[in-house]
């Protein structure tokens, strides 16, 4: 398949019916865009994490600052 075409089948890559506009949807941006396109898209938009490893009445670890990029890099990163 070409890649508009996986886009497509995924809902990606969509019709906007009311405009008539194909475009990228906000999950497309979130999966793949810059961190710019993200930050201008969801201002607000970050992923915060909190590890429990020794003690589970206390969180040992924790991801600072918190990521504001794609999905992608963010599994990444908390990986």
């Given at each position: 398949m070409e890649p508009l075409e996986i886009l497509r089948s995924s809902s990606l890559y969509r019709k906007d019916f009311k405009t008539g506009e194909e475009g990228f949807?906000?999950?497309?941006?979130?999966?793949?865009?810059?961190d710019e396109t993200i930050q201008s898209l969801l201002p607000a938009y970050k992923v915060e994490a909190m590890?429990?490893?020794?003690?589970?009445?206390?969180?040992?670890?924790?991801?600072?600052?918190?990521l504001r990029t794609n999905l992608i890099d963010t599994y990444l990163r908390l990986m």
């Open positions: 949807t906000l999950a497309a941006a979130l999966i793949f865009g810059k590890v429990r490893r020794d003690n589970l009445d206390r969180w040992d670890d924790r991801i600072t600052p918190p």
